[in-house]
């Protein structure tokens, strides 16, 4: 099994362990999302409105045997919405896809596949002007 801690480590920095996902949480798999611009959400990284525009792909670059038979759910939130100094739509829904599922990986990488539509489509990240940075997590 793959070494979480440095994931668990940034998601406690940034305090979405335990605002977003509790203490507790526990990883099963190591995902990254991938923007038809190649541009990737990695654990902290900075991007602009215009690098999320479209809707992106769930590359999985590291899971157990296990997970091919596995279903998973993504949910991709904000939970600093308006601005994380007044978070009261906190967890605002951007993306929910359930039904995924893990595809015997091609070299090092697999693709997620989506095996109905997704809950709720994607809707890109839009923070109001001025409300600062803000963290989508999946």
Do not use: C
Request: aromatic residues 8%.
């Amino acid at each position: 099994m793959s070494d979480f801690s440095p994931l668990l480590s940034v998601l406690q920095r940034e305090d979405v362990i335990p605002e977003v996902v509790p203490p507790n949480f526990t990883p099963s798999i190591f995902f990254s999302i991938v923007w038809p611009n190649e541009k990737e959400a990695n654990s902290g990284n900075f991007l602009t409105r215009e690098d999320t525009l479209e809707e992106p792909a769930i590359h999985i670059t590291s899971a157990s045997p296990e997970a091919s038979t596995a279903s998973y759910t993504l949910v991709m939130t904000d939970p600093d919405a308006p601005s994380r100094a007044d978070p009261k739509y906190r967890q605002f829904r951007h993306w929910v896809i359930t039904g995924l599922r893990i595809p015997p990986p091609v070299g090092k990488l697999s693709v997620a596949v989506k095996s109905q539509p997704s809950t709720t489509p994607y809707r890109p990240p839009g923070p109001p002007p001025g409300s600062a940075v803000h963290r989508y997590s999946e």
